[in-house]
């Protein structure tokens, strides 16, 4: 079985600050991991992956995110933070392996606000 | 490229009614994935189809169902509505059933009272 825990359902920083969010999960093989983002009225947006290759992942937008699996985190980061990116993010895992990659497991969720 | 397309973007139903929500996955992509997403939760895996056959199934009752066509599109039919199944469902396309990245659609607003 897999899981997600997003520390945090809400984290606020200022503009140019640092971001970070935290995700830790959970599963019995190795996993693929993914940070989404999600607009108001809007569907996701995939932001970055890890699928076994490099562990520090670079996305979209300029974030990035740190596979650490003695710590069984993928926490997200950005060095700066822009009023645009104010959203809900999502982290999520699926397992590897054959055709059964189909269920994302998803956390619960932090959304992201970021004031002048 | 088009993206992942869904329709309707809203719909109001009532308790009992049936409902059918319709999903056209991105160019050259033969899987789809249904999500149920809750006000204020994250996504809940409902189903996926590949090749046209369902290929693994969340933790849904039998009322929720699907199809997907010979092009790839997809739809998820819900019977018996209830008032908690009142969600933004998301369908997401991926390349292949091998493939661990999902694209997700715009949603679909159900209201059920």
């Known amino acids: 079985a897999q899981s997600v825990t997003q520390l945090g359902s809400h984290v606020s920083v200022s503009e140019g600050a640092l971001v970070l969010l935290r995700c830790n999960y959970s599963?019995?093989?190795?996993?693929?991991l993914f940070w989404y983002v999600q607009y108001p009225n809007q569907g996701l947006q995939l932001l970055l992956k890890?699928?076994?290759?490099?562990?520090l992942v670079k996305g979209i937008n300029g974030f990035e995110a740190e596979f650490k699996k003695s710590e069984t985190s993928f926490h997200l980061t950005k060095p700066s933070a822009h009023m645009s990116d104010a959203a809900e993010y999502f982290c999520?895992?699926?397992?590897?392996?054959?055709?059964?990659?189909?269920?994302?497991?998803f956390g619960q969720g932090t959304i992201l606000t970021v004031h002048p | 490229e088009t993206g992942v397309t869904q329709s309707p973007t809203h719909l109001i139903k009532t308790r009992g009614q049936q409902v059918t929500l319709r999903c056209s996955s991105q160019?050259?992509?033969?899987?789809v994935s249904w999500y149920q997403q809750a006000l204020g939760q994250g996504p809940q895996f409902i189903f996926q189809?590949?090749?046209?056959?369902?290929?693994g199934r969340g933790n849904f009752p039998p009322r929720f169902s699907g199809l997907q066509f010979p092009n790839y599109s997809s739809e998820l039919n819900v019977n018996a509505l209830e008032l908690d199944d009142s969600a933004l469902y998301l369908c997401?396309?991926?390349?292949?059933?091998?493939?661990?990245?999902?694209?997700f659609g715009p949603g679909t607003r159900l209201t059920v009272t």
């Open positions: 997401a396309s991926s390349l292949r059933a091998d493939r661990p990245e999902q694209y």
């Open positions: 599963s019995s093989v190795p996993p693929y």
């Open positions: 890890y699928t076994s290759a490099a562990t």
């Open positions: 999520a895992v699926s397992r590897g392996g054959g055709t059964s990659y189909g269920k994302l497991t």
């Open positions: 160019s050259g992509h033969n899987t």
């Open positions: 189809y590949y090749r046209e056959e369902e290929n």
